[in-house]
C-alpha cells in the first residue's frame, strides 16, 4: 500500500443510507462516500475491540451463576445488538465527530461485544448435550432449539429497540443543533462536517496527523494505552492472562472482520466465483461468522485435552483465542442488522446458511469426539483457566 493510498472505509450495517437523513434537513443535499485515512480507523477499531472484550467478558461472567435462569450470553449480544441499532440511526451524527469513531462504535465495539461463534457453540452443546445431563435426545434438540431461537429473537429485537431510541435522540440532537444554528443557514453542522470529510480524506499521508479529529487522536491514544496495558498484564497479573491476552488477539480479529466487510457492499467483484443465489446475501460476514466458528470448534476439542494433553500456559493462549480473536471475527449485531435489512427469502436463506454451516463444522470436528469418547476430559477447565 502506497504511502497516499486512501481508503473507502467498509460499512458493515448495509440498512441506513445517509441521505435519507439529510434529506429532511436539506432537500437535494447529494452526499458521496466518506473516505478517510486508515490510520485512524485501525487504532479506533483497537481501542473500541478491546472495550468490547471486556465489556462480553464480564457481563457473561455476570450472569453465569448457579440457578441462572437465562444464560448470561444472551445479555450480551442484547446489549451490543442494542447499541448497534442506536448507532446505525446516528450515523450521521457519528460521522459528524469523525468517520473513524462511527466504525469504530459499529464494527470494533457493537461486533466485538457480541459474538456468533460462542451462540453456535452453546448451540452445539445443548444439541449434543456434552454436560452430559440424564434425558432424551428429544430434549437435546429442544434444549438446542430454545437457544437458537431465543439468541436470535432477543438480538433482533434489541435492534430494534436501539433504532427506535436512536430515532428519539437524533431528532433531539437534531433539533439543538438547528437552535445553534444561524438563521438562514440550510446545511446543519452534521452535513458540513460530512462534506468536509470528504476532501480533506483524499490529501497525501497514510496517517495524516494535522487532519486529524480530536476524538481520533483521543481514540488512537487510547487503542495505544490499551495494548501496553494489557502487555504489562499478562506479564505481572497471571490470574488475568486469560482476559489480557485475549484483548491482544482480539483487535485482530475485528480488523479482519472489518476487511472482509467490504464483500458485504461488493457483490459484483466475487460474484462470478459464487453460486448466483449466494451473489445478494453479506458474504463478508457469512464467511467471518462461519471461519470463527470453524476455528473456535477446534479450540473447543483442544480444550478438552482429548488430542494432546495442554499446559496451562496453553490453556491461557486457547481461552484468549476462544474470547479474544473468534469473540471478535465473528458478530451478531452486524447478522441481525443485516438479517432486518434483506427481503424476507434472502432473509431466512441468510440466517439458515450460516446457521447450518458453522454447526456442521461443530458437528464434524467437535461432535464426533463427544459422540466417540468414553472418558469425559476437562483440562482447561479444570484449571480454571476461562
Not at 22 to 27: C, D, H, T
Not at 77 to 92: D, T, V
Request: hydrophobic residues 50%; charged residues 15%.
Amino acid at each position: 500500500m502506497s504511502s497516499s493510498e486512501v481508503v473507502s472505509v467498509p460499512v458493515e450495517e448495509p440498512i441506513e443510507v445517509i441521505e435519507e437523513l439529510y434529506e429532511e434537513q436539506a432537500p437535494g443535499l447529494s452526499l458521496k462516500p466518506v473516505c478517510i485515512f486508515i490510520g485512524p480507523v485501525i487504532l479506533s477499531l483497537v481501542f473500541f475491540s478491546m472495550v468490547g472484550v471486556l465489556v462480553r467478558v464480564h457481563v457473561n461472567r455476570l450472569f453465569s451463576y448457579p440457578g441462572v435462569p437465562v444464560f448470561g450470553l444472551i445479555w450480551v449480544q442484547m446489549l451490543g445488538c442494542f447499541i448497534m441499532g442506536m448507532a446505525m440511526r446516528l450515523k450521521g451524527v457519528l460521522l459528524s465527530y469523525s468517520p473513524a469513531l462511527n466504525t469504530g462504535i459499529t464494527t470494533g465495539l457493537c461486533g466485538s461485544i457480541t459474538t456468533f461463534s460462542s451462540w453456535q457453540l452453546l448451540v452445539f452443546q445443548e444439541f449434543f448435550n456434552t454436560p452430559r445431563s440424564d434425558h432424551s435426545q428429544f430434549r437435546n434438540f429442544l434444549g438446542g432449539m430454545s437457544v437458537l431461537a431465543t439468541e436470535l429473537g432477543c438480538s433482533v429485537a434489541a435492534i430494534r429497540l436501539g433504532q427506535m431510541i436512536g430515532d428519539e435522540v437524533r431528532i433531539a440532537y437534531n433539533y439543538l443543533s438547528a437552535r445553534n444554528t444561524p438563521a438562514g443557514t440550510q446545511i446543519s453542522k452534521v452535513e458540513t462536517a460530512i462534506l468536509s470529510a470528504e476532501t480533506s480524506g483524499r490529501r497525501d499521508g497514510w496517517f495524516a496527523w494535522d487532519k486529524w479529529a480530536k476524538c481520533d487522536v483521543i481514540l488512537a491514544a487510547g487503542g495505544i494505552a490499551g495494548v501496553i496495558a494489557s502487555t504489562i498484564v499478562v506479564a505481572l497479573a497471571p490470574r488475568t492472562r486469560s482476559v489480557s491476552i485475549a484483548l491482544l488477539f482480539g483487535p485482530v480479529g475485528t480488523i479482519l472482520r472489518w476487511r472482509l466487510a467490504s464483500l458485504n457492499t461488493q457483490p459484483r467483484r466475487i460474484s462470478r466465483f459464487v453460486p448466483r443465489f449466494l451473489a445478494g446475501l453479506p458474504l463478508g460476514t457469512l464467511i467471518t461468522n462461519v471461519l470463527g466458528s470453524a476455528i473456535l470448534s477446534i479450540i473447543y476439542v483442544l480444550q478438552t485435552g482429548v488430542v494432546v494433553r495442554p499446559s496451562v500456559a496453553s490453556c491461557y493462549v486457547l481461552a484468549a483465542v476462544s474470547d479474544g480473536f473468534c469473540g471478535c471475527l465473528t458478530t451478531i449485531s452486524t447478522f441481525a442488522a443485516e438479517i432486518t435489512a434483506l427481503r424476507s427469502r434472502l432473509s431466512m436463506l441468510y440466517a439458515g446458511i450460516s446457521i447450518v454451516v458453522a454447526q456442521s463444522f461443530f458437528i464434524l470436528i467437535s461432535g464426533i469426539y463427544f459422540k466417540t469418547a468414553t472418558v469425559d476430559y476437562h483440562i482447561c477447565k479444570d484449571m480454571n483457566v476461562d
